[in-house]
């Protein structure tokens, strides 16, 4: 098995390093006007110039945790700036809202309609705060958290479509990603702080959105947890629920929540049995608690961040537990994922295939695929298994 995990370590740090993030730091910069392209063709090609939100603080995010965690590398220190300094000059509105879209020149597309904007914003300056050690990227993290903590009630504001007081929903997402988040700015919260806020986080997730009969989460309940019979209420977003269990998962192994873990795992392992493809193989993207059509024509398509999400929360569960199960589908997802979406020929993945596999298009980054889930999972999977190979090398 020690030989078997030292392979695996090799084949996920080798894609990191030698494969993924070089196709980035070659095709994505604007060396004329700051931020990144995203929008590239398989072979890196830029087939759209836009800037989006979520993209580019990812990417300023990923650059930052290579440089505080893998190596002191200036080159990946100098990537990082070259979109922190455009975001900060282009980014924000007014009152320090984070718009959705900008052109290439750093003018605004899109309103600040979304807070995983801010989310990703805050994400992304509190790594690299750490990264560069600049006190205003640190302040510009803390303040833009604190208006996601002051939105998260009513994320979208004045551009929300709903009529007011009707078939209210909560959101899983937004949980989701502020567990994950406060961990993020551990450094500039504060241990106690961040923490509190994380296990808070984690708690909702899985007391207000885990389902106790299916064991797998909903992307929208009720106020009081109940569920609603209708598209958005019946929605399970399989790769979601499986990425906010690691989350929770690192939350409870620093904060000694044993039995919160063993949890998560078995939610991972109940929403790969209601959501893997028998047939086709594969992870489906949107599904429907009841079997119902899913509103979401694009609901049998099979996306690179799911599968990834999935193999962390695999070798983490597995790691954290010891569970044989993680283990087994760890192996199942690892033979399609680097089958199906792992580009040989010109680098990076692929990010949308038809449920048969097939290649829905050919693009290695658009308005939702960036220098993101693809690098993040690997950099993550490579840790775990590193874990696990000194684990082994104890016993």
Not at 174 to 196: C, F, H, K, T, Y
Not at 214 to 233: K, M, N, T, Y
Not at 352 to 377: A, E, I, Q
Request: aromatic share 14%; charged share 25%.
């Amino acid at each position: 098995m020690s030989e078997k995990l030292k392979d695996l370590f090799q084949k996920y740090e080798n894609g990191l390093l030698k494969d993924v993030i070089p196709f980035w730091m070659q095709h994505s910069l604007d060396k004329e006007f700051g931020g990144y392209f995203t929008c590239l063709d398989r072979d890196g090609t830029v087939y759209d110039t836009d800037k989006f939100m979520w993209l580019q603080h990812r990417q300023v995010w990923m650059f930052s945790k290579l440089f505080n965690v893998i190596d002191k590398r200036s080159d990946w220190l100098d990537v990082a700036r070259h979109g922190a300094e455009f975001l900060r000059e282009h980014g924000m509105d007014g009152e320090g809202n984070w718009y959705f879209s900008l052109d290439r020149k750093g003018v605004p597309l899109t309103q600040p309609h979304s807070i995983f904007s801010d989310c990703f914003a805050a994400m992304g300056y509190a790594q690299y705060s750490m990264a560069s050690g600049e006190d205003w990227a640190r302040d510009l993290a803390l303040k833009t958290y604190q208006n996601v903590l002051k939105r998260q009630d009513n994320p979208k504001g004045k551009y929300d479509k709903s009529y007011p007081g009707t078939r209210q929903l909560r959101s899983f997402a937004i949980s989701m990603i502020l567990s994950n988040l406060a961990l993020e700015l551990e450094d500039i919260l504060g241990q106690d702080r961040a923490m509190e806020d994380a296990v808070k986080c984690a708690n909702l997730v899985m007391d207000t959105f885990v389902d106790e009969e299916l064991g797998i989460v909903f992307e929208q309940v009720a106020p009081d947890g109940s569920h609603v019979d209708c598209f958005d209420g019946r929605l399970i977003n399989p790769g979601h629920g499986i990425e906010a269990m690691w989350f929770i998962m690192s939350i409870c192994e620093r904060s000694g929540h044993r039995e919160m873990i063993d949890r998560a795992v078995e939610v991972v392992l109940n929403t790969l049995d209601f959501g893997w493809d028998k047939e086709c193989e594969g992870i489906y993207y949107f599904m429907d608690s009841k079997g119902c059509p899913p509103q979401q024509l694009e609901w049998n398509q099979k996306l690179w961040w799911v599968h990834l999400e999935t193999l962390i929360s695999l070798l983490k569960g597995y790691r954290l537990t010891g569970n044989e199960k993680c283990w087994s589908w760890f192996e199942k997802v690892h033979n399609y994922s680097w089958k199906n979406f792992a580009d040989p020929e010109y680098g990076e993945w692929f990010g949308y295939l038809m449920r048969d596999g097939s290649k829905l298009n050919t693009l290695k980054g658009g308005k939702w695929k960036g220098c993101f889930h693809v690098p993040r999972g690997l950099m993550v999977c490579a840790d775990e298994l590193q874990k696990l190979i000194q684990s082994a090398e104890k016993a």
